[in-house]
């Protein structure tokens, strides 16, 4: 049964691998300078109450 089992997973696993998305600088550009602001201004309002 461990015979069928092993090579089936690693299939499985291939094919989740190879599935994965393709990351787009763009989108991952736009995502951090949103992050990076939102971090800023929670700083500045943090800064600002001590």
Known sequence: MHILI???GF???YL???A???INDEVK???EEKNT???NKLLS???ERF
């Open 20 to 22: 994965k998305p393709i």
């Open 29 to 31: 550009l736009n995502w």
């Open 11 to 13: 299939i499985l696993w």
């Open 37 to 39: 602001s939102k971090r």
């Open 16 to 18: 989740a691998y190879e």
């Open 45 to 47: 309002i943090i800064n």
């Open 6 to 8: 092993f090579p089936a």
